[in-house]
């Protein structure tokens, strides 16, 4: 595998305007002569569709959802991070490209980073025109706050809504274009396969959620933005349907995947109840700036909160981190709760939780100003859990919320198969090894609305136009090969259902490949994964038809990638043979239980490349070449 | 072509003729409780007000053609946005609650068919005199002019036990019918907003109970002879 | 901790959209208060599969309440008796044991029945296609704090903007009208001064979508506001109304 990430030439600062200057166009007669597909509508699916269908290019849609409106992005809360400088605290575009290259553990590419940080500007000029309401001074003007990992102030915000607000100005826009008949969309449609002709990227098999029937599309390019792979571990935050069929199938037909082992466990959601739960809700890291995280100093200790002395609690945050304290970054606070719980301290019916506790701050501001600044919070932490966290300590632990790995894309977003774009949580991005809060909206609106349109159309003025008919015989075989596999999940007939598979494949890796993985825990993992896919074969049971509405068939599809995509994440972590980041090893931390990065052996990207069903995939490597930062240690003590 | 659609068709549209209509008869209703509650002033007062009503020909007719004119062109929009309204749920909850919605507006095409039937009768019964004539054809001497005896035929038209329990129940149709007509005419015409809303419901409601005590006094009154 | 109970679920269940339904029923045992509603519905279906049998179809997705996918009328409530309260959100713990619980999909006839309580809301879709957006193309904007905005008007624009499409409203209206839904996004765009310039061609295009996708007329019972999860408020309708009003005395609609 060919790995060029063709990086423009010249100094960081000016690589984005060059490429701009010097890149292939298509001019606007022609543009309407070329299709592309786009599957995913969330922040970079809709604002790239949106924004290719403005410029003239006809686009078709994709969507598993009944809306277009309903995609996961629409559920980040904090906000959008842009290098504005409105408060005049010194923030920069080097600024904001220098936070998230360090925030990302020094694992991430310098020149996406920096034009990450370059376009986050025009992305909050292009919002606002859309009429996203953000938050405004009473002078009328935008106003901003702070967000973890940086020192100033630049996250835009939409009440505890941006992503919502943001999804639908890009929503909006698609809308415009779909009325304008440049967009159509396919909701309730599913991606089962990518077409590959003559080695680039033609065209999707897909199946209507509804009928059950499978048929193709060809394109003269192929976008993918359908989001990341955290429903591995079947309880995350991400949505009931967020899946990564689209990825991992491309990865079968010759996409490589880049670092799968970067998985962000977010340190404040709200603990699991019982064994009936569905998936995870975070709470907004924000309720760090006033509560107090601490567990009782004894093992076993069962008094109820408010009646534990303050001389038996361990706010270990605070006298691990004393600089830091209760906000130390995600990744350190996660794996600090992992600690006290696993010596048997956590609290909670399960013993696995931590209290959040905001007695101190009530005393010291009063009731009104800690409802005035996270009510909305404690309100939805009354709804899921029934209790008032006004009179009691909330109990938060950490779950899986954002994968930084994904598809291997160079600078023009395009995969290692010609004609496939990854955009958003897809790709593996420009987070590195750990993605900073207020981040992931940027990236995916950077993707979408700024990036994609010039290099697609570098693509499409560089390479030689062709668009096969959906009769070929690659269209053909991808779709038997999709229908096949539906076939042979309904035909099993076993006797556990597919819930079952995955919830046991989840704890499996929340175990051995969650907030730290070992050697051995990896080893197990990968011994065990094989044991469960194997049953998964023999012994599904899946009712109903494939011509019909079949959530449960639905359901079985995924979560037969799963059973395959854990395997490739657990071999990952295995090779990196050190820890940065979201990815923990153990066995290479420092002597206060940091994690130990190696720049020596692992500065780089590792791209997996699929060799064939039951064969070892390939670890290829992309060097990551630091030409502007200087790589240092992470310290929060 | 479209600028009938979109008054006469639209949904929208269609609310703001329901509003406009509505808030004209409602105009009609409080004005007429006002002349009838002169009752109480005596005979004269009564029987002076009704020959101002009737003193010239072309306002009053008029005003009754306007009058009838509106409250048909209330009803038929009514029908046609009720028969759509049905037609938008052609499957209808097995446990059909109507959640949050009150009484008054569920009852708005019953009470406003009631409406309908009892304001013929009073037409055809006080203002026509076609069903008792005995009762209509009073006169009486006001200075030296002979008028019609309005004081009397009230009296004696409403008095009537029969007669006055159908306007007892026509008054609590009405009064239910504005209970809800009458704030919705603000919302329909678009001149609610949060900060008047509470003020608009205040004002309208008590508006409708002053109508409701006014009309269901002047039939008491009457049946239990405290006037006569 | 409060106990595990058990529930009678009578649910409709529909195969297609070509079908009839009926309601059926079904016995929830062991329900932890802690459940979502989802979660109840989760354990049924997990049970419904073991035998063999189809699992009650329902939406859902993000479980969070903000994506606006789920979709039941619980005891003829929409998303249930928690006002401000998506169905996800939702949980065991308002119910008590023994409870008989009839849960049925969104009706009105622009949300035809996919399948059991799974509805089609595209038509809401339509309506923002017919004009819920300002017209910007990407790259054509001025710089973000060129235009003040007062926080006021933002702030009640973020009253609107907050609906999650998800057409509570349609379901609880006796008349089956989306006026709250159309309101919110006339609202939301109305308010700001980036909308103005298609604000009477918004309003007019969007009432006339969604008169043609048939949905009902407003009655101003405000059933709608009293079960949007986001509590949008149906002062909003007030001002489409006038909108509406301003556009076609302005002859919007023979432009």
């Not at chain 1, 931590?354 to 932490?381: P, Q, T, W």
């Not at chain 1, 639905?554 to 295995?574: G, P």
């Not at chain 3, 479980?63 to 249930?80: F, L, Q, Y």
């Not at chain 3, 619980?101 to 296609?129: G, M, Y």
């Amino acid at each position: 595998m060919k790995l060029d990430a063709k990086i423009p030439s010249g100094p960081l600062e000016t690589k984005w305007s060059h490429y701009k200057e010097h890149c292939k166009l298509v001019n606007p007669a022609n543009k309407r002569k070329f299709s592309v597909i786009v599957v995913g509508t969330g922040l970079a699916g809709a604002s790239a569709a949106a924004s290719l269908g403005e410029l003239g290019y006809n686009v078709t849609c994709f969507c598993y959802q009944d809306s277009a409106r309903r995609a996961h992005s629409i559920a980040a809360q904090g906000g959008i991070n842009a290098a504005k400088n409105y408060p005049s605290d010194g923030d920069s575009v080097y600024r904001l490209f220098y936070d998230t290259i360090k925030g990302g553990d020094f694992r991430a590419r310098e020149a996406n980073v920096y034009r990450l940080a370059e376009v986050s500007n025009c992305i909050i000029d292009q919002c606002v025109a859309q009429g996203v309401p953000f938050a405004r001074e009473y002078g009328g003007l935008l106003t901003n706050r702070s967000f973890g990992g940086a020192q100033v102030s630049r996250t835009f915000y939409a009440r505890g809504q941006t992503g919502q607000q943001l999804l639908l100005g890009a929503y909006q826009a698609l809308s415009r274009q779909v009325a304008a008949g440049k967009v159509k969309i396919f909701s309730r449609t599913e991606m089962l396969d990518l077409v590959v002709v003559k080695g680039e990227a033609k065209g999707i098999v897909v199946r209507d959620m509804v009928t059950g029937k499978i048929s193709s599309y060809a394109a003269d390019a192929v976008v993918l933005a359908t989001g990341g792979y955290g429903n591995t571990f079947f309880l995350s935050t991400n949505a009931r349907g967020c899946n990564c069929m689209a990825a991992w199938r491309s990865y079968k037909r010759g996409a490589g995947f880049a670092n799968p082992c970067y998985t962000q466990i977010h340190p404040t959601c709200i603990p699991v109840s019982g064994d009936h739960q569905s998936k995870l809700t975070l709470m907004s890291e924000s309720l760090r700036n006033d509560g107090r995280v601490w567990v009782p100093k004894n093992k076993g200790d069962k008094r109820p909160p408010t009646q534990i002395p303050e001389s038996d609690r361990d706010y270990y945050l605070e006298t691990r981190y004393p600089s830091f304290g209760n906000l130390a970054p995600r990744d350190v606070t996660s794996r600090a709760a992992k600690l006290v719980c696993d010596a048997g301290r956590g609290v909670g019916p399960t013993g696995l939780g931590v209290y959040l506790d905001f007695s101190e701050a009530i005393g010291r501001l009063g009731r009104k100003a800690i409802e005035e600044r996270y009510g909305n919070l404690f309100e939805m932490y009354e709804r899921i859990t029934g209790e008032d966290a006004y009179e009691s300590p909330m109990r938060i632990f950490p779950a899986v919320h954002y994968t930084m790995g994904g598809l291997w894309v160079d600078y023009n977003l395009m995969s290692t198969i010609p004609g496939l774009f990854v955009l958003g949580e897809a790709n593996f991005s420009d987070h590195g090894a750990n993605r900073l809060g207020a981040s992931a909206l940027m990236q995916g609106l950077s993707d979408g609305y700024f990036v994609l349109p010039y290099t697609i159309a570098n693509y499409f003025g560089s390479s030689k136009k062709f668009v096969p008919s959906t009769d070929s015989e690659e269209f053909k075989e991808a779709e038997k090969t999709a229908s096949d596999r539906i076939k042979k999940l309904l035909s099993i007939n076993g006797s556990r259902t597919p819930t079952s598979f995955h919830r046991e494949l989840g704890k499996l890796l929340w175990d051995n490949c969650g907030m730290a993985r070992s050697e051995e825990s990896l080893k197990t993992a990968l011994k065990k994964i094989a044991v469960i896919r194997d049953e998964f074969w023999k012994n599904l049971k899946v009712v109903g038809a494939e011509n019909e509405l079949n959530q449960t068939l639905e359901l079985a599809n995924r979560i037969s990638d799963y059973m395959e995509f854990a395997e490739l994440l657990c071999k990952d972590a295995l090779e990196r043979r050190e820890s940065c980041g979201g990815h923990f090893r153990v066995e290479y931390q420092t002597e206060d239980n940091e994690a130990k990065r190696d720049d020596e052996n692992f500065a780089h990207v590792a791209v997996w490349e699929y060799t064939g069903e039951g064969k070892e995939p390939v670890r290829n490597v992309e060097p990551l070449k630091y030409e502007v930062v200087t790589m240092s240690q992470r310290s929060y003590k | 072509m479209n600028l009938i659609k979109a008054i006469f068709l639209s949904s929208v549209g269609r609310k703001y003729i329901m509003g406009l209509t509505g808030a004209a008869m409602s105009a009609f209703v409080f004005v007429h409780l006002l002349g009838n509650l002169q009752i109480f002033l005596g005979a004269d007062a009564l029987n002076k007000y009704a020959v101002l009503l009737h003193s010239n020909f072309a306002i009053l007719w008029g005003y009754r053609l306007g009058l009838g004119t509106i409250a048909l062109v209330h009803i038929v929009v009514a029908l046609s946005l009720w028969l759509e309204n049905r037609a938008a749920r052609p499957v209808k909850y097995v446990v059909n609650k109507q959640p949050y919605t009150d009484f008054a507006s569920k009852m708005m095409v019953c009470g406003g068919v009631a409406i309908f039937f009892f304001v013929i009768w009073h037409i055809v019964d006080l203002t026509c005199g076609l069903t008792r004539p005995d009762v209509v054809n009073q006169t009486t001497m006001l200075g030296d002019k002979q008028v019609a005896d309005v004081y009397h035929i009230v009296i004696k038209g409403i008095g009537h036990p029969v007669a006055g329990i159908c306007y007892l129940i026509a008054t609590c149709c009405l009064a239910l019918h504005l209970w809800h007509g009458l704030e919705s005419i603000f919302q329909s015409l678009g001149l609610r907003n949060k900060t008047y809303a509470l003020y608009i419901k205040i004002v309208t409601k008590a508006a409708v109970l002053f109508l409701f005590a006014g009309m269901c006094l002047i039939p008491l009154v009457c049946m239990l002879g405290i006037l006569k | 901790m409060s106990k595990d109970m058990n529930l009678t679920l009578k649910v409709w269940r529909q195969k297609d959209q070509a079908s009839n339904g009926k309601m059926e029923t079904y016995q929830a045992k062991k329900v932890s208060p802690d459940m979502s509603f989802l979660e109840m519905l989760d354990v049924v279906n997990e049970d419904l599969i073991q035998k063999g049998q189809d699992p009650i179809a329902f939406d859902s997705d993000c479980r969070e309440g903000i994506c606006g996918t789920c979709s039941m009328v619980i005891d003829g409530v929409p998303h249930g008796p928690q006002r401000g309260t998506t169905v996800c959100q939702l949980h065991m713990r308002h119910f008590k044991d023994g409870d008989t619980i009839a849960i049925e999909p969104w009706r009105a006839r622009p949300f035809p029945v996919l399948k059991d309580l799974i509805t089609n809301r595209s038509a809401l879709d339509r309506i923002i296609q017919a004009g819920g957006y300002i017209s910007v193309s990407t790259g054509n904007a001025p710089a973000a704090n060129a235009l003040p905005i007062s926080k006021k008007a933002s702030d009640e624009a973020m009253d609107a903007a907050a609906c999650i499409g998800c057409g509570a409203c349609v379901a609880a209206c006796k008349n089956a009208s989306a006026m709250l839904f159309v309101s919110a996004k006339v609202g939301h765009l109305g308010l700001l001064p980036q909308g103005q310039p298609e604000r009477d061609k918004r309003v007019w295009k969007m009432i006339s979508q969604m008169d043609k996708e048939g949905f009902g007329n407003c009655t101003n019972t405000y059933a709608c506001e009293s079960v949007c999860p986001k509590r949008v408020s149906a002062s909003f309708i007030a001002r489409l109304n006038r909108d509406y009003a301003v556009a076609v005395a302005k002859g919007e609609c023979d432009r």
